[in-house]
């Protein structure tokens, strides 16, 4: 079974709707993030949290909003979808340390119309 | 402003050949250094990591090369296979305490059989 896991793995929704986007974890890891990947943009940092009582913006908070309900779960929203918000999603986790390495799930593609 | 910086966004070579993928960074706090892989319809996977304080570090075929003066990094890839057909990606963090990673945007490697 994978480590990291996040549901769904695609999603087509209309402009304007409510999405949520899930991501679990069976690592024991305290760190958590979410990423989005867009062509020639590499990957950008939305929000992360170190525990469960942290939530910290990222790069490119605007439009997301997360929740930490559990050391193993941490979910990305996008309260109204816009077209530019089409991209890969990737969940990751780190264990607490200098320099950790970050672990990703398989990713969401969701497309915005 | 970029901080990471991975200027070719793809290289090609001949299987058995060598690969080099290039990243530089600008921020002098960053003292810890990863390269991931990414396939298609996959999440990115940790390949291999140096710290600052040595200036290669080999695993297997990959072996990561750090200058710090010149604020740059290499990863080699001897002997290279098809299956080595990925982007990587070159990150960095700091030694702030948030570990956050920085990602460059990726090479796309083809290795050709």
């Known amino acids: 079974d994978a480590d990291v896991t996040q549901t769904p793995r695609n999603r087509i929704t209309k402009t304007g709707k409510r999405i949520m986007l899930e991501c679990s974890q069976t690592?024991?890891?305290?760190?958590m993030y979410w990423y989005r990947q867009d062509p020639g943009l590499g990957l950008r940092l939305i929000y992360y949290s170190f525990d469960v009582k942290d939530i910290n913006k990222g790069e490119i908070s605007d439009g997301y909003s997360v929740s930490r309900q559990a050391q193993a779960k941490f979910s990305l929203s996008l309260e109204s979808a816009i077209p530019n918000q089409t991209a890969l999603y990737f969940c990751a986790t780190s264990d607490s340390g200098l320099g950790d390495t970050q672990y990703f799930g398989p990713g969401t593609r969701l497309t915005v119309l | 402003d970029q901080q990471v910086k991975q200027n070719s966004p793809s290289l090609s070579v001949q299987e058995g050949r060598i690969s080099i993928l290039n990243c530089d960074y600008t921020n002098s706090m960053f003292d810890y250094f990863l390269w991931y892989k990414k396939y298609p319809a996959e999440g990115p996977t940790f390949l291999i990591s140096i710290s600052s304080i040595k200036d290669k570090n080999e695993d297997g075929r990959f072996t990561v090369f750090l200058n710090k003066s010149a604020k740059h990094l290499s990863l080699h890839i001897v002997p290279s296979q098809p299956g080595d057909s990925a982007v990587y990606f070159c990150?960095?963090?700091?030694?702030?305490?948030?570990?956050?990673?920085?990602f460059g945007k990726g090479t796309k490697l083809t290795v050709n059989p």
């Open positions: 990150a960095a963090s700091g030694r702030s305490g948030s570990e956050k990673l920085v």
């Open positions: 690592k024991g890891h305290d760190r």
